[in-house]
Structures are given as structure tokens and as C-alpha cells.
């Protein structure tokens, strides 16, 4: 069952990059409406989001800046200057690697190390074992967000990826 997991988030993962695979480090942060999560701010929050996932799963949580929750946490704000973002290529590799960290703790991981509470309990509701946060943010959450930059090219006119 695992493998299917797995594959999943791999299928969901490589959807992601195609939508991004054809942008340039300018597109990346262009805005079509105001506020509008656009790619740079996607791939960011899709990497602070697999750190926490990799820490949920027993690994070491990634070195990240220490405003990343600020600039690319639930409830911030995109913007639309160059400047405030990294290359897409930083992004793309920065993602490989926690994710094939993300992976390989998986693999790892016991049904009763899924079973355990989540250590938040301002979450537990939502989410009340470590697999249930696990499965929903390894498929349903990446999958979400690449729905936003399927929108995002369409908007802005470019082809589906």
C-alpha cells in the first residue's frame, strides 16, 4: 500500500514541474490579479510544507531562511517582485532533495508510527495520526496547489502544461 503512496505523491509531484517546466526566473513571479499565488510562491510553499512533512516523518527539517513561514506560510501574501524570491532552478532542486528525503523516511515508517497522534494537537482534528497528515499533504495539498498554477498559466494566456 505504501508503494501506492508513494507513487502518488510522485505522479502529483511531476504534474507540478510540468506546469513550471517551460518559466523563466521573470515569469515565475508575475501576478496576473492581485495576490495571486503565482509559481514562485507555490514552489516555496510547496517546500516549507515538505519540510514539515519530512519532520513529521522522523527526518531533519531542511535549512530554510528564517522569515521562509513569513513569505511563504498559510496566509501570506505573494507579490510580484523578482527580488523577494529565489531562481526556479533553486526551488526545483531544493524540492528534489526534501522530497527524496520525504521518501525515504517514508519507506521506513511502521503502521504504528502512522498511528501516532499527531504532535500538534491544535491540528489533531483535522488531522488525528501522523498518516492522516502524511496522506492528505502527500497527495490532496501538492495537488491543490498545482490546480492554482494550472489557473495561473491560463490566465496569463500560456499553454497547459
Do not use: C
Amino acid at each position: 500500500m505504501l508503494d501506492i503512496f508513494i507513487d502518488t505523491m510522485k505522479l502529483t509531484r511531476n504534474s507540478t514541474l510540468k506546469l513550471v517546466a517551460d518559466l523563466s526566473d521573470d515569469q515565475i513571479v508575475l501576478q496576473p490579479v492581485a495576490g495571486m499565488n503565482h509559481p514562485a510562491w507555490v514552489l516555496g510553499h510547496l517546500l516549507m510544507v515538505d519540510g514539515t512533512y519530512l519532520v513529521l516523518a522522523g527526518g531533519a527539517k531542511p535549512a530554510l531562511d528564517t522569515n521562509w513561514m513569513e513569505i511563504y506560510g498559510r496566509g501570506s501574501t505573494p507579490v510580484a517582485d523578482k527580488t523577494k524570491y529565489k531562481p526556479k532552478n533553486w526551488y526545483l532542486d531544493q524540492m528534489a532533495s526534501v522530497r527524496n528525503q520525504v521518501i525515504e523516511r517514508l519507506k521506513v515508517l511502521t503502521p504504528a508510527d502512522m498511528a501516532q497522534p499527531h504532535p500538534d494537537p491544535a491540528r489533531r482534528e483535522r488531522f488525528p495520526t501522523v498518516g492522516h497528515n502524511l496522506f492528505a499533504y502527500g497527495t490532496w495539498h501538492e495537488a491543490y496547489h498545482a490546480g492554482q498554477l494550472s489557473a495561473w498559466r491560463r490566465v496569463l494566456g500560456l499553454p497547459a502544461a
